[in-house]
């Protein structure tokens, strides 16, 4: 099965933890993505990788850190200092290079901090 | 800065209605623009984009620069489009957005029978 994965699909932490999210994609995509998506406020970005070791801050990366130490992996770990954890995360991912600019996304993971 | 702006949270029409989800966009230059779609339990995937101007699922998507607007239209609603619909617009190369893509706000439309 091809594609990009994510694990698990939902997650449940008490507030205070932090949470490793898991992005894997077989595509040989260049870039990847996290997404957070939230009722009534569409997709917001929290990074991204365009090359295997960098990555960049999204429009809300603030509580969140990512590494890119493998080009099918784009890890994301939801700190305690983010204020509202709980979402949907989508992880999405790109060939770079093409002129193409469509992201294919996994099928997301729901985490519930309480 | 580029935003994607789709006006309506929800919108329901009946089965066999004419159905236009909404999207306006700002940008300076020549947009590409996408319609992605998620229905219910399943991932987020692209519907179509204006590049290709292919009908997907009976949807389409009219570039409109003069308004800046996307609309996606379709002339006969199936209960099986409903979903969440999301427009988006790609960065332009050389820019601090390039790779990116600005999604909207999403839609969610409901077909009733």
């Known amino acids: 099965d091809g594609g990009i994965t994510q694990s698990p699909k939902y997650l449940f932490r008490k507030e205070g933890q932090n949470v490793t999210l898991s992005c894997e994609q077989n595509?040989?995509?260049?870039?990847m993505y996290w997404y957070r998506q939230d009722p009534g406020q569409g997709l917001r970005l929290i990074y991204y990788?365009?090359?295997?070791?960098?990555?960049q801050k999204g429009d809300i990366a603030e509580g969140y850190s990512v590494s890119r130490e493998k080009k099918e992996s784009f890890p994301l770990t939801v700190t305690s200092a983010q204020k509202n954890p709980t979402a949907f995360y989508l992880c999405?991912?790109?060939?770079?290079?093409?002129?193409?600019?469509?992201?294919?996304f996994g099928p997301g993971t729901r985490l519930t901090v309480t | 800065a580029q935003r994607v702006t789709q006006p309506e949270k929800l919108l329901s029409v009946f089965k066999g209605a004419p159905v236009e989800l909404k999207c306006n966009y700002s940008?300076?230059?020549?947009?590409?623009l996408f319609w992605y779609v998620q229905y219910s339990r399943q991932r987020l995937q692209l519907l179509l984009r204006h590049i290709s101007r292919e009908s997907i699922k009976g949807f389409t998507a009219d570039l409109n620069k003069g308004e800046t607007s996307f609309h996606l239209k379709k002339p006969f609603a199936q209960e099986e489009d409903s979903a969440m619909y999301y427009c988006a617009l790609p960065g332009p190369a050389g820019g601090t957005s390039y790779g990116k893509l600005t999604f909207g706000q999403g839609t969610i439309l409901t077909v009733h029978p």
């Open positions: 595509l040989n995509h260049d870039a």
């Open positions: 990788s365009q090359i295997v070791n960098d990555f």
């Open positions: 940008y300076s230059g020549s947009p590409e």
């Open positions: 999405a991912s790109r060939q770079v290079g093409t002129g193409d600019y469509e992201q294919y």
